[in-house]
C-alpha cells in the first residue's frame, strides 16, 4: 500500500531530509587521497550522533554494520567502509547516508571524485547525476511511475552506459523503505499514477560497461562482475500540487 503522506509527515520528512543532505555536505571536504573508508565512516558517524544528533538508520539494518555506504569505482552499492581501502587518486565514490529522526527516515547519495579522474569516470558521473536530474524534472500528479525509468534508461543508453536492474527507488517515510517501488529503466507494468504527497526516492545505479553485478563474500558489497565502473545519485522527492520537492537538496545543488 502506498502511504500518502499529510502535513505532519511533510514537515518531518523535510527536517529529516535536510540533515541527511547537511551530512554529504560535511564530508566532502574530507575527500582526499590517503584517507581510508573507515575513517570518512567515522567522521560521518561523529557528525550524526554528536553534532546533529540523530541516529544512523543503516546501522544495524538487517545487520549491516556501519553508519554508511560507502562504494569505491566498481562497487555498485552497499560497500562496507573499511580501514585497508585508502582512496587514491583516480578513484570515484559514492557516500550514502540514510539517517532517522523523530521515527521518519531521509535517504541520499553523492559520488566524488578523488583527485584527478579518467575522463570516463567524470563522464559515467555526470551521466548518472544527469539521468536523476532530468527524472526528477518530469514528476508531477497525474503521470505514470514508468515515465521516470523510461527518462533514466534514455539518458544512460544514449551514453552507452548500462542500468543495474536488480536495485531500485523506493517509498520512504515512518518506513526505511516502502511502496512504490521505482525502477530506474523502462517497464510497462509500472502502471502505478503519481499523486500530490508521496515520498519516494530516486537512485539510479549506472555501470560504464555491462549490467551484470554480483555480492561479494561479506553479502553486503555489489560489485560489477566485468569491473567496470560504477556510479549512483540519490534524492528523496516530494510530489507536490504542480511538481515536486527535493527534500534531501544539499547546500549550493540545483536541479538543472
Known amino acids: 500500500m502506498i502511504i500518502i503522506k499529510n502535513n505532519f509527515d511533510i514537515k518531518k520528512m523535510k527536517e529529516v531530509g535536510k540533515l541527511t543532505s547537511q551530512v554529504l555536505h560535511m564530508i566532502k571536504n574530507y575527500i582526499t587521497p590517503g584517507i581510508s573508508t573507515q575513517e570518512i565512516n567515522d567522521i560521518c558517524h561523529d557528525y550524526i550522533y554528536k553534532k546533529i544528533n540523530v541516529t544512523s538508520a543503516c546501522l544495524g539494518y538487517?545487520?549491516?554494520?556501519?553508519?554508511?555506504?560507502?562504494?569505491?569505482?566498481?562497487?555498485?552499492?552497499?560497500g562496507i567502509p573499511n580501514k585497508k581501502i585508502i582512496l587514491k587518486n583516480g578513484d570515484i565514490l559514492n557516500i550514502d547516508i540514510s539517517l532517522k529522526?523523530?521515527?521518519?527516515?531521509?535517504?541520499?547519495?553523492?559520488m566524488f571524485l578523488v583527485?584527478?579522474?579518467?575522463?570516463?569516470?567524470?563522464?559515467?558521473?555526470?551521466?548518472?547525476?544527469?539521468?536523476?536530474?532530468?527524472?526528477?524534472?518530469i514528476i508531477k500528479p497525474g503521470i505514470k511511475l514508468r515515465k521516470i525509468g523510461k527518462t533514466i534508461q534514455k539518458i544512460a543508453t544514449k551514453n552507452n552506459f548500462s542500468i543495474v536492474k536488480e536495485y531500485c527507488g523506493h517509498g520512504i517515510g515512518k518506513n526505511f523503505h516502502e511502496e512504490p517501488y521505482v525502477l530506474h529503466y523502462y517497464s510497462k507494468d509500472q502502471e502505478?499514477?503519481?499523486?500530490?504527497?508521496?515520498i519516494f526516492t530516486i537512485e539510479p545505479m549506472i555501470n560504464?560497461?555491462?549490467?551484470?553485478?554480483?555480492?561479494?563474500?561479506d553479502k553486503w558489497?555489489?560489485?560489477?562482475?566485468?569491473?567496470?565502473?560504477?556510479?549512483?545519485?540519490?534524492?528523496?522527492?516530494?510530489?507536490?500540487?504542480?511538481?515536486?520537492?527535493?527534500?534531501?537538496?544539499?547546500?549550493?545543488?540545483?536541479?538543472?
Open 221 to 256: 558489497t555489489i560489485k560489477t562482475c566485468d569491473h567496470s565502473l560504477s556510479a549512483q545519485y540519490e534524492h528523496t522527492i516530494l510530489v507536490k500540487k504542480n511538481g515536486y520537492e527535493v527534500l534531501t537538496l544539499r547546500k549550493n545543488e540545483s536541479i538543472i
Open 115 to 137: 583527485g584527478e579522474c579518467s575522463k570516463l569516470a567524470k563522464k559515467l558521473c555526470k551521466i548518472t547525476l544527469k539521468s536523476l536530474y532530468e527524472s526528477i524534472k
Open 208 to 217: 560504464a560497461g555491462q549490467r551484470k553485478i554480483f555480492c561479494d563474500k
Open 62 to 78: 538487517q545487520g549491516y554494520p556501519k553508519s554508511t555506504c560507502i562504494s569505491v569505482n566498481n562497487v555498485v552499492c552497499h
Open 101 to 110: 529522526k523523530d521515527g521518519y527516515f531521509g535517504d541520499s547519495s553523492q
Open 192 to 198: 502505478i499514477v503519481l499523486k500530490k504527497n508521496m
